[in-house]
């Protein structure tokens, strides 16, 4: 490690749990991939601050496992060690992980490692690259085990289905007594082939994946091994950027490449790239009441300005007040389906019977993109409470039908002017929702277009009021909320959340 060079960094946050997520910034797995690396990291950090709750640890020395007793000292049970390409897909994962690990105690608690287990006929089973978990406790009893192990021998294992309704695997190690069993064939010898040319194979298969050699590890300890759930595997979204990672690289940077060398996971990213395709936000997928500043109750900002997903900034413009017949409204959205949904909404809903607006606008338009639908009647009694209940609603929506509405069609990372060019300089509140740091624009872009996009758009909105207020989060997808002016990167703005 290089002088001055940080061997780990934590970062806390306020969810207890008994859990910690630690990744590794600086792998080298694919590193002569770089923008490959670039891409994937960039979509599992965002990925991850939607969906994980616990804290965080960054490793850029991976010989250096210190953080692994910071860790037990700070009082975590168990780590989640994730790999590149691997990042959950839903707010489930943490739930799920905690209850495989309650039944994998319940039966035998002395592992020290879980993943998904790969195991094919007459080959020593191996950790899909997707991510680990490890039993910090018992790695502390066993403290001669390191992130990197040499192998000698490839002890014999038994499989055993613990909970088919679960999928649990769990690998045992082979004792003595049962070397003779299996020479009679009163049990099945599943690794019949341990001499050093597999052995040389399996160490150069595993040998650039931390944690990985801690499965032959156990078994030469007599120590079992659990396969992670089903149900823990389908909160995941894994790539497998290490299958035939030459093909997936021209693929993510829109070259032509060979669609049956990469993985089914690794298409979609791909398609998303190239074929953009959003669907029409009818309500907000995340908590349409987010806190608001006490500062700004009431103080009718003179101009909002948003995306047109859900009712988020509808929230906003409740909290922070209106004027009937003076405030301005001004809407944007790349997608043309969006802005029709909007400009329809706002000129012919009568506020009531929300669902079954949505559901007639959908008939009428069948080629855009609604799979969001769904959501709609799950969602608005949520969104209707927010606002106070229905009479509540139906009074502030009538002054909205009083205010001016602009929709525009707007790319504004790459095309701002557009924007500004339709907005007044007075007063405003600014919410552009998670643009600047969503996964389709991370795909699509080339470095540094992203940075430039915010940058643009901060100098832009800070010449309309020295009293305007920015909401959104930035290139990194820190959540913002402060007045335009205070906002001075486009990537290190975590502490200018101002909501109370």
Request: aromatic share 16%; with cysteine; hydrophobic share 35%.
């Amino acid at each position: 490690m290089k002088q001055g060079q940080k061997s780990w960094e934590y970062i806390h946050k306020d969810y207890v749990s008994r859990i910690v997520h630690v990744f590794s910034p600086n792998s080298k797995r694919i590193l002569d991939k770089r923008v490959l690396k670039q891409k994937l990291s960039a979509i599992q950090q965002v990925e991850c601050n939607n969906y994980l709750q616990s804290s965080i640890i960054n490793i850029y020395n991976e010989s250096d496992m210190s953080w692994l007793d910071k860790a037990s000292d700070m009082q975590y049970k168990y780590v989640v060690f994730w790999y590149d390409g691997c990042w959950p897909n839903n707010d489930s994962f943490e739930k799920n992980l905690l209850a495989d690990i309650d039944t994998w105690n319940s039966i035998d608690s002395s592992w020290i490692i879980s993943g998904q287990i790969k195991q094919e006929y007459n080959q020593y089973p191996k950790f899909a690259n997707s991510f680990v978990v490890l039993n910090i406790l018992n790695w502390k009893h066993n403290e001669s085990i390191h992130m990197f192990n040499d192998i000698t021998e490839l002890r014999d294992f038994e499989i055993l289905d613990v909970d088919w309704k679960n999928s649990y695997l769990k690998l045992d190690p082979i004792g003595q007594k049962y070397a003779l069993a299996g020479m009679l064939g009163l049990y099945e010898n599943y690794f019949k082939n341990n001499n050093a040319t597999n052995i040389k194979k399996y160490k150069d298969e595993i040998k650039n994946y931390p944690f990985s050699s801690w499965l032959s590890w156990c078994m030469d300890k007599n120590i079992p091994v659990w396969g992670t759930s089903d149900t823990l595997a389908d909160c995941t979204w894994y790539v497998d950027p290490y299958l035939n990672t030459n093909e997936f690289e021209k693929g993510i940077t829109g070259n032509s490449y060979n669609r049956d060398l990469v993985s089914r996971e690794g298409k979609y990213v791909i398609d998303k790239m190239i074929k953009p395709s959003s669907p029409v936000y009818f309500v907000n997928t995340e908590d349409t009441s987010l806190v608001t500043v006490n500062e700004l109750i009431d103080t009718e900002f003179e101009q909002y300005i948003g995306v047109t997903a859900g009712f988020k900034l509808l929230y906003y413009a409740y909290k922070y007040g209106i004027n009937p017949g003076f405030t301005d409204f001004v809407w944007f959205d790349f997608d043309p389906h969006s802005c029709n949904f909007k400009r329809e909404t706002l000129k012919q809903w009568d506020g009531t019977d929300y669902p079954g607006w949505v559901e007639a606008w959908c008939e009428r338009n069948p080629e855009a993109n609604n799979e969001l639908l769904p959501m709609v009647r799950d969602r608005w009694p949520s969104v209707l409470e927010k606002f106070g209940g229905q009479d509540s609603f139906d009074d502030f929506w009538i002054q909205v039908s009083f205010s001016d509405h602009t929709v525009l069609e707007v790319d504004i990372i790459n095309d701002s002017d557009a924007l500004f060019n339709k907005i007044k300089n007075k007063r405003s509140f600014m919410w552009t929702s998670n643009i600047y740091s969503y996964i389709l624009p991370m795909l699509m872009h080339e470095p540094f277009v992203l940075e430039t996009g915010f940058t643009n758009m901060v100098n832009k909105l800070k010449s309309t009021h020295k009293d305007t207020w920015f909401c959104g989060t930035d290139t990194q997808d820190n959540d913002i909320m402060c007045n335009i002016h205070d906002v001075t990167s486009a990537t290190q703005n975590s502490n200018l959340g101002r909501e109370q």
